[in-house]
């Protein structure tokens, strides 16, 4: 019996140190750790969404690891949620490998609750790795009735002066408070109708810049949330804010410039100021101090201030100490409140706000004639300059913007047409200097002219401050070419200077609208070089909003009437299909197409309707258009391609993408319509814009002589570049024919000494269409170009951005349209940088968000040894790199945790690939699929891998 219990004994003792092992071990082991938690494709945001959605990558050493299964918790507090005590959701263990668009799926969540989370992963091993770090969300505002402030306002239209451009001054509000006890918590929520600052006690709250955003203002407009507890203190407070006509009341678009009788004032004549500041004590009272006719106004020093055409500021007329307490305000008056509209929506800002990116310090100043002064900046830009400047008071600065210089040096302003781009500086003669930064106007430019200083300014008296849109960087791409990394670097600053709260077409001239053409033929490139959801959540609004009676998605959007002949275009319209389904793609986010279905089968059943019932344009099928056809192959070289054409591929293309998000949504029998639908089109194109050979045709007799349609002088021709990469790309060509396509596309370039001729539409799928039809090296000639027209022949003119006109300069002859329309900070032909990343770096996604994607880089015959590319998916970093080395390419990537890859690799010679110098076979992560045109495929999890092969 001793024996016998002393064994026992023992046996316990062996179970519980097995216990502990085990448990240490697993400790250990799960290493599957969350990272980059965001709310809304947010850090930390403030919402107003139900059922917000969560999103994290993963990181782990190793290869292959998976998430087979999470957890998340949601408590109202940090001490709840560090003991895991989930108070407002517990999802418990999820099985599955969902890292993102998880919707929170707990208690309902009152307006103003702020929600803490974290969430934790099991391993493939089925291990649990740690709690990520905590993460918050903060719900905004939900109704109306959560808004106790008015709008108040300050009527000052009488005050502006000019008789092309009435600018009023900017009005300023303040409000002092007495606080009665310490705070605990305090939110200030803002909006405008029109563009804010606001202050408390003197300081400036927040760092956006021309918030709210831009929206309908007759159906919505957003607000932003700022956490001040740290602003406010017990005792007396003061309460200001400075608001400006912006895009609500300030000149619009080209208006000015074609007669529109309507030039500013589009949603509004005053702009108006909605806030409250809601302070939560420590004693557990709340106080709510809200906009009202207490609130006393006044103008001052901004005598001007309108979003296009600059700002003027008298530094003699300046508040000091305005927004803190004991300002003397007994000659400012009470404000005016004004009535609110019922139907108007207010609503949590969705995207990212503007914000300074990085400050450009003069590279030269230059003395001119007149005493002026011209400041190099050294790259074109969009956003506005810190002036630092002594003189006597009253002196005047008078700043002008430019993106380029005539040959004589001079400043080149020509092409900013109507949009006057000038701000003025009065000094009040301060001994040590005065600095100041417009508050509510950007430009678009490099150089800036300055007229008024009494002595020669050194490089520090101007300072560039890029403005951008926060858009997450998420792309690198490199190669050992200086000529396309050149290009790239263009491409990334035309983006940066053009999403400024909408996708703007360009920063420096009278338009400055959000362009749909562009933003369509842009937005997957736009994908690989910042993370665009936030951006796109909020723009899919602006368009939606926008959507015209006959159902028809407008040319730009927000879409104010800038001319009444603006209505709708094929190619353009589309963006209403291709962005959210670009969105669903690259994100995996299928409550954007739930969010925008009804209007996305509202413009497919226009579209269908006005085929009536033949599914196909036939020449002259949108002849009420203005212009004629809409804008078809925009700036394209040579014969035109027939816009009606174009306008059945886009057809077509828009019904394929119904078909896939409606199988994305559950949706089987609308999946099923618009696939039939799409094959009708195809097939409907194919008989009348194609011969029996599969050759490109049209009846250019049915346009005349062109006039009414853009370039319609040049004539039509349905054989053409552009049509031919359009309908590759968008796979309206039978399977057996698309070969020919290719090779026809081929001869055309090679007709056109190797050149390209396409436009706004017909540049995005030439190289990809190329590279789809296997002529790869054709694409690299392209690419690689220095001739005109081309991405090359931009570099070595000077380019720093890209331009709107493939011939926009060249150096030795100058400008080209000038006055009338020509831009040199224009995406639209920055669309190859799909095919840079596609298909030079070969990532493409398979499954929706890259949970699965594929790596296939095709390596150029000459000029580009190596290429280097990275992107940041919302599934995780993804690294494609190859380079040429003798016989051999080596091709190094990386694959996020929780995704799997299917690797391409470049070779004929399948058995003389190795990853980390070893066969493939000594490697259990590896699967080698097979070969197939010239690439050996293999499927890999996730970690770092190194690729040889001979080529």
């Not at 954007?592 to 509202?602: C, G, L």
């Not at 060509?733 to 370039?749: E, M, Q, R, S």
């Not at 770096?841 to 990275?870: C, D, H, M, Q, W």
């Not at 490697?923 to 970690?943: A, E, N």
Request: aromatic share 12%.
């Amino acid at each position: 019996m001793k024996f016998a219990r002393l064994n026992a004994l023992t046996v316990w003792l062996m179970t519980c140190f097995i216990t502990i092992l085990f448990t240490t071990s697993e400790a250990i082991s799960a290493n599957l750790t969350p990272v980059h938690l965001r709310t809304e494709y947010k850090q930390n945001p403030v919402v107003d969404v139900d059922k917000p959605r969560l999103s994290w990558e993963l990181t782990a050493t190793g290869r292959g690891q998976l998430q087979t299964a999470y957890q998340i918790l949601v408590a109202s507090s940090t001490a709840l949620l560090n003991a895991e005590k989930a108070d407002l959701w517990n999802s418990a263990k999820v099985t599955g490998n969902t890292t993102n668009q998880i919707e929170y799926a707990g208690k309902t969540l009152p307006s103003r609750t702020i929600c803490y989370w974290k969430v934790r992963s099991w391993d493939k091993s089925g291990q649990p790795g740690p709690w990520s770090a905590v993460a918050t969300w903060e719900m905004g505002l939900l109704t109306k009735a959560d808004w106790s402030a008015n709008w108040i306002g300050n009527d000052l239209t009488t005050l502006g002066k000019g008789k092309t451009y009435h600018l009023p001054p900017a009005p300023f509000f303040r409000k002092e408070i007495q606080l009665t006890a310490p705070v605990k918590k305090a939110r200030l929520y803002v909006t405008s109708l029109g563009l804010y600052e606001c202050q408390i006690n003197g300081k400036r709250i927040g760092t956006d810049y021309f918030t709210p955003g831009w929206t309908d203002y007759n159906k919505r407009v957003y607000y932003q949330t700022y956490d001040v507890t740290a602003n406010i203190k017990t005792g007396k407070n003061a309460l200001g804010a400075i608001i400006a006509d912006g895009w609500y009341a300030g000149y619009l678009g080209y208006a000015l410039l074609v007669g529109n009788p309507v030039v500013k004032n589009f949603y509004g004549d005053v702009p108006l100021l909605k806030a409250q500041l809601e302070v939560e004590y420590t004693n557990g009272k709340t106080e709510t101090i809200a906009t009202d006719q207490s609130w006393k106004t006044s103008h001052g020093p901004i005598l001007e201030a309108d979003i296009l055409n600059g700002e003027t500021y008298n530094a003699n007329l300046a508040f000091d100490n305005w927004s803190k307490p004991g300002f003397n305000d007994t000659n400012w008056k009470s404000s005016t409140v004004f009535p609110d509209k019922a139907d108007r929506q207010i609503e949590a800002y969705p995207g990212n706000p503007v914000r300074a990116f990085q400050e450009l310090k003069a590279k030269t100043v230059t003395p001119k004639s007149g005493g002026h002064y011209l400041f190099d900046l050294g790259q074109n830009f969009a956003g506005v300059v810190r002036l630092c400047v002594k003189g006597n008071k009253g002196d005047t600065l008078r700043l002008r913007f430019g993106e380029v210089l005539f040959p004589n040096g001079d400043i080149m302003t020509e092409n900013l047409r109507k949009a006057r781009a000038t701000d003025t500086y009065i000094l009040k003669g301060d001994p040590k200097g005065e600095t100041w930064t417009p508050k509510f106007t950007y430009h678009g430019f490099q150089y800036v002219d300055v007229a008024g200083f009494r002595s020669a300014p050194g490089l520090d008296a101007i300072t560039g401050i890029v403005l951008t849109s926060a858009t997450p960087e998420t792309g690198t791409f490199e190669t050992d070419n200086k000529l396309i990394n050149k290009l790239y670097q263009n491409i990334v600053w035309t983006q940066r200077s053009n999403y400024v709260d909408v996708p703007t077409d360009c920063p420096q001239r009278d338009e400055r609208l959000g362009w749909t053409g562009d933003a369509q033929a842009y937005v997957q490139s736009a994908t690989f070089n910042n993370d665009i959801s936030a951006f796109f959540t909020k723009w899919l609004v602006d368009l939606n909003d926008a959507q015209r009676p006959d159902n028809a998605y407008p040319i730009y959007a927000p879409a104010p009437n800038v001319r009444k002949t603006d209505t709708y275009s094929p190619g353009w319209s589309e963006a209403g299909i291709i962005c959210p389904y670009t969105i669903y793609k690259t994100y995996g986010d299928t409550r954007v197409i739930q969010k925008f279905w009804p209007n996305m089968v509202a413009y497919l059943k226009f579209m269908e309707a006005k085929s009536q019932g033949t599914y196909v344009y036939k020449e002259g099928s949108f002849a009420e258009v203005s212009p004629k056809g809409g804008f078809g192959d925009w700036l394209s070289v040579g014969k035109k391609t027939p816009p009606d054409m174009l306008a059945t591929l886009y057809f077509g293309y828009a019904a394929s993408m119904m078909a896939d998000m409606a199988k994305a949504i559950g949706k089987p029998d609308e999946a099923t319509y618009y696939t039939t639908m799409f094959t009708k089109i195809k097939q409907a194109f194919m008989a009348h814009y194609a011969d029996s050979n599969g050759r490109f045709k049209t009846n250019s007799a049915a346009y005349g002589n062109g006039e009414g349609y853009v370039d319609g002088e040049m004539g039509f021709e349905g054989h053409t570049q552009t049509a031919y990469a359009n309908a590759i790309y968008m796979n309206m060509i039978a399977p057996n024919l698309t070969p020919k396509a290719g090779n026809w596309l081929v001869d055309l370039i090679k007709a056109n000494d190797n050149k390209l001729s396409t436009g706004f539409l017909g540049v995005k799928p030439l190289l990809p269409s190329l590279s789809m039809t296997g002529h790869t090296n054709q694409a690299y000639k392209l690419l690689l170009s220095t001739e005109y027209p081309s991405w090359g022949f931009e570099v070595v003119n000077g380019a720093n951005t890209i331009w709107e006109r493939w011939n926009s300069y060249i150096k030795g002859k100058g400008f080209e349209n000038n006055a009338g329309m020509n831009s040199f900070n224009h995406y639209a032909f920055g669309s190859v940088n799909e095919w840079l990343f596609g298909n030079a770096a070969g990532i493409k996604a398979e499954e929706a968000g890259y949970r699965t994607f594929i790596i296939r880089p095709e390596l150029a015959p000459e000029g580009i040894n190596a290429v280097n590319a990275s992107y940041q998916s919302i599934n995780g970093t993804i690294v494609s790199s190859w380079k040429k080395e003798g016989n051999r390419v080596r091709l190094n990537v990386v694959v996020p945790v929780n995704t799997i890859a299917t690797v391409f690799i470049p070779t004929t010679k399948p058995e003389s690939v190795l990853e980390s110098n070893k066969a493939l076979t000594a490697s259990p992560d590896i699967r080698v699929i097979g070969t197939r045109d010239g690439f050996l495929q293999v499927t890999v999890g996730s970690g770092t891998y190194q690729f040889s092969a001979v080529i």
